[in-house]
């Protein structure tokens, strides 16, 4: 961009993939990340609306952000065959109070309103994102919270975030990298 002197305002993150040479670039996007960016701006103790003044003004470098040291566990209800042949309108029910009440966030995505549910359409539906001091209670809330969200024909990863498959993953990648 600079060396075709265009200036970009906004957001930019890079997608890696780990290899036995280094981490490498696969893509590059102008745009917020999901679910990377559930996990970060509900940790965000700075003024949102602020910082995005700062990029467009050009302070940004001069802004000290402030983000809470906590740890976020994000977890996808998505239909069932997500990914292959998605069940389309199936009902799917959220306590909203009971989700709240674990202290974790909802964040709605790709649903259709109906008369006190949801129904699924092909994408994911919605996401759990836990919060707390260490990741295994972050992962621990999530759960909670997903046991307020019912339907017959979804889905959710209960192993992301856990311990067993954090170590599985960094294990890999040691092999991976020869370690």
Do not use: W
């Amino acid at each position: 961009l600079s060396r075709e002197k265009s200036r970009y305002i906004g957001p930019i993150y890079g997608q890696f993939m780990l290899t036995a040479d280094g981490p490498r670039i696969i893509e590059i996007n102008a745009r917020f990340g999901d679910p990377e960016a559930m996990n970060v701006l509900p940790l965000l103790k700075t003024d949102f609306i602020e910082l995005c003044s700062t990029m467009i003004d050009g302070t940004l470098c001069n802004k000290q952000i402030k983000i809470d040291k906590k740890s976020t566990v994000c977890k996808y209800v998505v239909p069932e065959g997500y990914g292959f042949k998605s069940m389309v309108g199936e009902k799917i029910y959220v306590d909203e109070e009971g989700v709240k009440s674990t202290g974790s966030k909802l964040f709605y995505a790709s649903v259709n309103k109906g008369d006190g549910y949801v129904t699924t359409t092909s994408s994911r539906s919605l996401a759990v994102v836990g919060i707390a001091d260490t990741l295994r209670e972050a992962e621990r809330l999530c759960e909670d919270a997903l046991s307020f969200v019912r339907g017959d024909h979804i889905f959710i990863r209960h192993d992301i975030g856990t311990e067993d498959l954090i170590d599985k993953r960094v294990k890999h990648m040691r092999q991976i990298r020869g370690i």
